[in-house]
C-alpha cells in the first residue's frame, strides 16, 4: 500500500544552504533504505518546510514520527494524507525546491498570497503546488 503525505514545518535555526544540503544529503540516504521518494521545498527568508514523501505506508509513517520528533523542526504540521496508486515524485529519493525562487504568481495560484502559509493554504493546494513545481521542472 502506497502512500504521500505532506507536511509544513519552520526550522528552528536560521536557513542557510549548508542545513539545507545536510537536511537533503541525510533525507536521501535513508530514504534509498526504505523505498521513499519525494520533494523538500524550502524557504530560507522565512525558515519554512514543505515536503511531500511518498512510500509504502509503515515507512511514510515512521518518517513522519521521526520528523515530528526531530529537533530542527518546530510547528510541524499536517496538510495532507492519502492512499495512491502511483507516485508523483518517483525520480527522486528526495528533490529539492527553493520556494523563495520561484515566480510568486505560480504560489499564488494555489495560496492566498504569493508567499506559501501553512496554516491557509488546503492540503490538496499544497500537494498540488508541488506538482506544478516539480511538472514544471523547478525541482533538482
Same mark, same amino acid.
Request: glycine residues 6%.
Given at each position: 500500500?502506497?502512500?504521500?503525505?505532506?507536511?509544513?514545518?519552520?526550522?528552528?535555526?536560521?536557513?542557510?544552504?549548508?542545513?539545507?544540503?545536510?537536511?537533503?544529503?541525510?533525507?536521501?540516504? @535513508?530514504?534509498?533504505?526504505? $523505498?521513499?521518494?519525494?520533494?523538500?521545498? /524550502?524557504? %530560507? &527568508?522565512?525558515? !519554512?518546510?514543505?515536503?511531500?514523501?511518498?512510500?509504502?505506508?509503515?515507512?511514510?509513517?515512521?518518517?513522519?514520527?521521526?520528523?515530528?520528533?526531530?529537533?530542527?523542526?518546530?510547528?510541524?504540521?499536517?496538510?495532507?494524507?492519502?492512499?495512491?496508486?502511483?507516485?508523483?515524485? @518517483?525520480?527522486?529519493?528526495? $528533490?529539492?525546491?527553493?520556494?523563495?525562487? /520561484?515566480? %510568486? &504568481?505560480?504560489? !499564488?495560484?494555489?495560496?492566498?498570497?504569493?508567499?506559501?502559509?501553512?496554516?491557509?493554504?488546503?492540503?490538496?493546494?499544497?500537494?498540488?503546488?508541488?506538482?506544478?513545481?516539480?511538472?514544471?521542472?523547478?525541482?533538482?
Amino acid at each position: 500500500m502506497l502512500t504521500r503525505l505532506v507536511y509544513a514545518s519552520y526550522s528552528i535555526d536560521t536557513m542557510d544552504e549548508r542545513l539545507i544540503q545536510t537536511i537533503l544529503e541525510q533525507s536521501r540516504a @535513508s530514504n534509498a533504505e526504505f $523505498g521513499i521518494t519525494g520533494v523538500l521545498c /524550502v524557504d %530560507p &527568508s522565512r525558515d !519554512l518546510f514543505l515536503q511531500a514523501i511518498e512510500g509504502a505506508r509503515a515507512a511514510v509513517n515512521q518518517l513522519y514520527a521521526n520528523i515530528v520528533r526531530d529537533p530542527r523542526h518546530t510547528q510541524v504540521t499536517l496538510l495532507h494524507h492519502e492512499e495512491i496508486a502511483t507516485r508523483s515524485f @518517483s525520480a527522486w529519493r528526495m $528533490g529539492s525546491i527553493d520556494l523563495a525562487k /520561484v515566480n %510568486p &504568481s505560480i504560489v !499564488l495560484r494555489f495560496s492566498e498570497t504569493e508567499h506559501f502559509d501553512p496554516i491557509t493554504t488546503p492540503g490538496a493546494a499544497a500537494l498540488a503546488l508541488i506538482q506544478e513545481l516539480t511538472d514544471g521542472g523547478a525541482g533538482g
